[in-house]
């Protein structure tokens, strides 16, 4: 019984591995939180205020297109909200927006940059009321995940954490991504436990560079629900 037992808990890890490597079957509720504040871009030597864009967001879109491109996307599977981060937190489009990854991809890279402060706790806010909620098409028989791309600037600790302690209890799953000049202790705030790198939370150098983790943190996506 007990080697048997073991087979099926075997195949079903290299099930969900091996849905990683191309395209992820995980059914879920998704949203991306993209931060498009002014630090985002500040390191962009070619970004002039006013621009709608900049490397470090292109980035973000471009990573974003991709993890779309690898879920399995449609009614009864997942589904893809956005929200932005930025002077305010921003529901872009809800979860039953999107039929499609053609439909999504369009969407994304669409995208304008805003700049503004980093107003995490309000992103945050947003993504448990106006994405992950019934009312607005939040399907709760599936899994609530979250990512965010970010560098963390916030310096309103104790909203974020209200903020952050309050979607955890509302079961939503947070994974984030930060770069060489997040605050790792504010970035750990919002993902949820264990709270470990590279299994919650990742980092690249640069946006520029999201690409890097792009396999490791689809893999953790897929994971989620196996």
């Not at 059914?27 to 962009?44: G, R």
């Not at 990512?147 to 947070?174: C, E, N, P, Y």
């Not at 919650?200 to 893999?219: G, I, K």
Request: with cysteine.
């Amino acid at each position: 019984m007990t080697s048997r037992l073991n087979l099926f808990v075997a195949i079903v890890a290299l099930t969900c591995l091996s849905e990683t490597a191309e395209s992820c079957e995980t059914v879920m509720d998704f949203c991306f939180i993209l931060d498009s504040s002014q630090s985002t871009c500040a390191s962009d030597p070619n970004y002039k205020k006013d621009d709608i864009t900049c490397s470090a967001w292109k980035a973000m879109l471009d990573f974003a297109k991709n993890v779309v491109s690898n879920l399995t996307i449609g009614v009864g599977q997942t589904r893809v909200a956005m929200d932005r981060c930025y002077s305010k937190g921003q529901r872009v489009w809800n979860l039953t927006r999107g039929a499609d990854s053609s439909t999504l991809v369009p969407l994304i890279v669409g995208m304008n940059y805003t700049a503004g402060t980093t107003n995490m706790s309000g992103a945050l806010d947003v993504a448990r009321n106006l994405i992950f909620s019934p009312t607005y098409g939040d399907d709760v028989t599936i899994p609530n995940v979250c990512l965010a791309i970010t560098d963390a600037g916030w310096t309103d600790r104790a909203a974020v954490q209200t903020s952050a302690d309050a979607i955890h209890a509302a079961g939503v799953k947070i994974y984030a991504i930060g770069n060489q000049g997040t605050d790792v202790d504010n970035l750990k705030q919002i993902v949820s436990e264990p709270k470990q790198y590279n299994q919650n939370y990742f980092m690249v150098d640069r946006f520029e560079n999201l690409m890097q983790v792009h396999s490791l943190v689809t893999q953790q996506l897929c994971q989620y629900s196996c």
